[in-house]
């Protein structure tokens, strides 16, 4: 998968990216990342990119020309077209089943705002407009970082152990079970019993339940999409959940 971005701070992209999971991506030829300098497509002296905006206001505003100027060309850069993403609160809620959606992507172009927001007019260049979180951040650039990770590792041979993207959170819409390691007993908090047990479809058993019972606790606004049994959903009514 290629990942593009375009930001007028594209060095702070390279020690996440160079590290742990993302740099061995990159050695193995499963990522090729490339973060471009918006002011590369300035024409005046301070290479400018930003301008007040009409009808008053605070802040400033990310003008139209050097981006939509940059899209078109780093766009052309290659023979296939990238899927242009732009960030802002205003967009999609950015979630693990997009980000499964855009792990199928071979080319992606991240787009990140700075300033007070961008001319509404760039969005006409965007594909989707993604948020990750209902909170403001001041530029798209951690963004962009949380979408490339949460996406990068879902492509297969880039994790390790094939199997640890399929068992975790989110994966069938419920959290992951609970996990430990030794010891057993830690400050007298014991390890459940059946997971020491060796009975394999009984951890299996164990942890489905776990995965149910977390979500009901945790996040009980996941259950009603989550792919449950009848059976299972029967189980979590008797509950009370
Ligand atoms: N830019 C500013 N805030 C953002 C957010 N919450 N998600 C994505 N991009 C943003």
């Not at 242009?84 to 693990?96: Q, Y």
């Not at 990750?132 to 996406?151: F, K, P, Q």
Request: glycine letters at 8%.
């Amino acid at each position: 998968m290629r990942i593009e971005t375009l930001s007028v701070f594209p060095d702070v992209f390279a020690s996440y990216l160079g590290a742990s999971m993302m740099g061995r991506a990159q050695t193995k030829g499963l990522l090729d990342f490339e973060a471009y300098d918006l002011r590369d497509w300035t024409h005046d002296r301070h290479r400018t990119v930003d301008d007040a905006p009409f009808g008053g206001g605070q802040g400033m505003l990310m003008k139209p020309a050097p981006i939509f100027e940059a899209v078109r060309d780093i766009s052309a850069r290659h023979e296939l077209r990238p899927h242009v993403i732009f960030f802002s609160p205003v967009g999609a809620r950015f979630d693990e089943a997009a980000a499964r959606r855009l792990s199928h992507e071979d080319r992606i172009l991240f787009v990140c705002g700075r300033y007070e927001g961008m001319d509404e007019r760039c969005y006409d260049l965007a594909d989707e407009t993604l948020s990750i979180g209902d909170y403001v951040l001041t530029g798209g650039e951690l963004a962009a970082m949380v979408v490339t990770d949460a996406v990068v590792r879902l492509i297969p041979g880039v994790l390790g152990d094939e199997m640890s993207a399929e068992d975790e959170s989110f994966a069938g819409g419920l959290l992951e079970y609970a996990q430990y390691t030794r010891p057993a007993v830690y400050e007298g908090r014991a390890v459940p019993d059946v997971l020491l047990s060796g009975d394999h479809a009984a951890v299996d058993a164990w942890r489905r339940r776990n995965q149910i019972e977390r979500t009901a606790l945790w996040r009980p606004d996941l259950l009603e999409g989550a792919d449950l049994t009848p059976e299972e959903r029967a189980w979590l009514a008797e509950r009370g959940d």
